[in-house]
């Protein structure tokens, strides 16, 4: 009763799009504002205009719950008041940003916790969220864009939002609005425009969500149509399915699939290999099906495997599972005879193919056909064998044996060797009813008196008797060993299929969906459901199919794991011999649930933990590197204020110039602390001009106070302009001259030189230090790192961290290498003005 008490949940819906900007948030207070006009009850939990004027717009007229005050570290925050939203309890509630990661002291980590307590209290929720906070695609995000998103959001409750809309815009029109001063304020236009809102980067961005988008769609209608009983196929995405029979021909089915899959624009290849269940032949060779399984993968498809022992029948299962539209096939090899006893695996998949379309692909190589015989002794060809050989075989043979002059022992034993033979061929029943026959036979036709069933010697008795005997434990010995062979063969075909399955999650694979999918599409199951005890009530975990199972005693078949944990599966009901198998999938389901958690956790603690670290590190700069100048140009200044000190006009200037030195230097390393805090949240202002190198080289020698003479510079005046920030390109130079000076022996000067390639200007900033390894070039160019230091006075390890930056922010490049000789060479390269 309790169960049917809960409030229904409500029902999530989020705006999707592939950058900053797009206008979801504009969307989503749009879609407010109809919901309203048509009498819904809509409040605003968590909106941010981000100072945009026209969104800002879309507020008015909006109730608006008040946010949540959050004081930490000295400054004071607003997030969403999850709590006056549910005590509100409108209809609808507005969430905006939905992977925002809130303060720290707030009542969740993370805003789509927020949102999963107000759909829990059943309030519909309206989001927004960008395709590169979705935690599959983060690090492909990173890769494209050069920025690690730290705020995440798991797919999975992404995918389960009721609706899905996309916010599409082209990468031009975004840029026009960046332009017009529609997304970021003026001064950080350029910025972005010239890093993360690349023309590249956002056609990417756009590719991705259509892309993620799509797999949800898929998702959708492959629910709609279990849904609706629709076993047909809709041809709405083109899918190649290739049947692999384990032979050698499997490499050249493969390619032939992948080419068709790639004449259309995103398409889908699958391979498939059907296990029997009483076995595999030797036909079918492990090494080739690993080998195929690998060329697939490379070619972008997927592997899998099912049982079934009528395989037309198993691979067109499988195929109308997942949608197919085209299946690839090897043409038959086998001989004429061959063909007209049988129409073959080909044949028949095209017969009842329907509106799958069947390419019989012809291949030199020896056709793994074999792989879907029989092992077994008892299948239905050799029993309807063995069946004709008794009631055939033996009247035959005794014709044969008529006018035969052979004595009663020889007949006894050429009839034994055709039972033993039936026996062979058609098991234990046949072979008993050939005894039989076979008895009577020889005792009308051949055992004194002829032509009754009378027995006059008492020998021939006990040889017809031990004939039967015999007859009968040969029948039993043959049918047993049959029925060891298939329990045999079957615990190999579970065996090959958990291995495939472990193979599976091992390559890093999502463990917990693909166990369930894997379980769904090898036992041909409509739905597979992890359930988790919840008080009195069962809930979902984790879903592959549909609908699920919402309690165990709605399932076909469940497997519990533990007092709170059952899978249960829906779609037909499983042999007792399966349950096993079955059993094994549910442990390693609770093991993929229990690692799917402790990631979660993990990632949570993760932004805390690169705080942490980052904190540590500047406490670190703070109380070592940056105490030392400062105490320097403290104790000069005292020095100077102390009036019983009679200093020397010579001991006076050098005090002002260790003063001097020491605020330069703390005035360049708080420099580099602030730009790098700028990098790290865009807000660096770039203004891109003209620039001739040898005019910038000798200020930024100049800069370098006593440093300047270690220094030589060799620029000449031929080359062409290029295209940065004066103030930042000069940064860029001091920071890797005075790096370069640091670790140059003293005799030795370090040289800067430039020259031109293409379209890019390069400087080199030349040391003959110790150098850096190959291995750590990228390490240099962490923030508060100093590769080899041994001591805390060389500086807060921001220098070349900031220089890359700075660099990358003119749209250029900056790379290390190894001097010949000995020592670094750290490459500047900048566009060059044609």
Request: proline letters at 5%; charged letters at 25%; hydrophobic letters at 45%.
């Amino acid at each position: 009763m309790q169960g049917r008490d809960r409030t229904p949940r409500g029902r999530l819906r989020i705006y999707l799009g592939a950058a900053p900007g797009v206008g979801k948030t504009y969307a989503m207070l749009s879609e407010a504002r109809r919901a309203r006009e048509r009498g819904r009850d809509v409040v605003v939990g968590f909106v941010e205009p981000h100072d945009r004027l026209r969104t800002a717009e879309l507020l008015d007229g909006l109730e608006v719950i008040p946010r949540r005050t959050t004081h930490y570290r000295g400054a004071s925050f607003t997030e969403l008041d999850t709590d006056a939203v549910i005590a509100r309890k409108p209809r609808i509630a507005l969430v905006d940003e939905y992977a925002h990661t809130n303060v720290p002291g707030s009542r969740n980590p993370k805003r789509w916790q927020d949102v999963e307590a107000i759909l829990d209290a059943g309030i519909d929720v309206v989001s927004t969220v960008n395709i590169q906070h979705l935690e599959s695609l983060n690090d492909v995000v990173e890769q494209i864009t050069g920025v690690a998103q730290r705020e995440t959001v798991p797919d999975d409750l992404v995918r389960r939002a009721a609706q899905i809309e996309l916010v599409d815009m082209s990468p031009e029109a975004l840029l026009r609005r960046m332009a017009h001063g529609n997304v970021y304020a003026p001064e950080q236009v350029d910025a972005a425009m010239a890093n993360y809102f690349r023309v590249g980067n956002l056609t990417a961005l756009r590719e991705l969500a259509l892309l993620w988008l799509a797999g949800k769609v898929d998702e959708q209608l492959d629910r709609y149509r279990a849904d609706h009983g629709i076993a047909g196929t809709w041809e709405a995405r083109e899918r190649v399915v290739v049947a692999l029979a384990g032979g050698a021909e499997g490499d050249t089915l493969v390619r032939r699939a992948a080419r068709i899959a790639a004449r259309s624009k995103g398409a889908d290849l699958l391979a498939v290999h059907v296990t029997r269940s009483d076995g595999l032949t030797s036909g079918s060779d492990p090494a080739s099906l690993a080998r195929q399984r690998t060329l697939v993968e490379s070619l972008g498809g997927t592997y899998h495997q099912v049982v079934g022992d009528d395989i037309p029948r198993a691979l067109l299962d499988f195929a109308r599972g997942v949608n197919a539209t085209q299946l690839v096939l090897g043409a038959s090899r086998r001989g004429r005879l061959a063909q007209i006893m049988t129409r073959g695996v080909g044949m028949t998949t095209t017969a009842r193919s329907g509106s799958i379309d069947v390419h019989l692909v012809p291949h030199e190589a020896t056709s793994g056909r074999a792989a879907y015989r029989s092992r077994a002794a008892l299948t239905r060809t050799r029993r309807i064998s063995g069946w004709v050989m008794a009631l055939v075989a033996m009247p035959a043979l005794t014709a044969a044996l008529l006018p035969s002059s052979f004595t009663l022992p020889s007949e006894i034993l050429l009839f034994l060797l055709l039972v033993v033979g039936v026996a062979l061929v058609g098991g234990m029943w046949p072979a008993l009813t050939a005894a039989v026959l076979g008895f009577g036979l020889l005792n009308w036709f051949f055992t004194p008196p002829l032509h009754t069933l009378t027995i006059s010697a008492p020998e021939n008795l006990l040889a017809l008797l031990i004939f039967v005997l015999v007859a009968a434990m040969v029948s039993t010995v043959v049918d047993l060993a049959a029925r060891r062979s298939r329990e045999a063969a079957r615990s190999r075909a579970d065996a090959e299929v958990l291995s495939t399955l472990a193979g599976h999650v091992l390559r890093g694979d999502s463990a917990l969906t693909s166990l369930m999918a894997r379980l769904m599409e090898v036992y041909g199951l409509s739905a597979v459901t992890l359930l988790e005890r919840d008080g009195e009530s069962w809930r979902v975990v984790a879903l592959a199919g549909g609908p699920p199972s919402t309690s165990p005693g709605g399932a076909d078949t469940d497997v519990a794991v533990g007092d709170d944990l059952v899978l249960a599966v829906r779609g037909r009901l499983l042999a007792a011999a399966d349950r096993q198998v079955l059993e094994a999938f549910a442990a390693e389901a609770a093991v993929a649930l229990r690692q799917q958690r402790l990631r979660e956790e993990a990632e949570q603690a993760k932004p805390l933990a690169e705080a942490d670290r980052m904190r540590t590190a500047l406490l670190a700069a703070v109380s070592h590197d940056l105490r030392t100048p400062l105490a320097s140009a403290k104790a000069a200044v005292e020095s100077l204020r102390n009036t019983e000190i009679d200093w020397t006009p010579g001991d006076r200037k050098e005090l002002l110039a260790t003063a001097d030195e020491s605020l330069i230097k703390l005035d360049r390393l708080v420099s580099n602390l602030l730009d790098m805090s700028r990098l790290q949240a865009g807000a660096l202002g770039v203004t891109l001009v003209p620039l001739a190198v040898e005019d910038i080289v000798p200020r930024a020698i100049d800069d370098l106070g006593p440093l300047r003479d270690r220094v030589q510079g060799d620029v000449r005046g031929s080359l062409p302009e290029v295209l940065a920030d004066p103030a930042l390109l000069e940064r860029v130079l001091v920071n890797l001259m005075a790096n370069a000076v640091r670790y140059s022996p003293g005799e030795e000067p370090v040289v800067v030189t430039g020259s031109w390639h293409g379209d890019h200007v390069e400087i080199r900033v030349i040391d003959r230090g110790p150098g850096i390894p190959p291995e750590a070039y990228e390490r240099v160019f962490m923030p508060f790192q100093r590769l080899g230091d041994r001591d805390n006075h060389t500086g807060v390890g921001l220098g070349l961290a900031l220089s890359r930056g700075l660099t990358e922010a003119m749209g250029g490049t900056l790379t290390p290498a190894e001097t010949p000789g000995g020592g670094l060479t750290m490459t500047v390269s900048l566009r060059r003005i044609p």
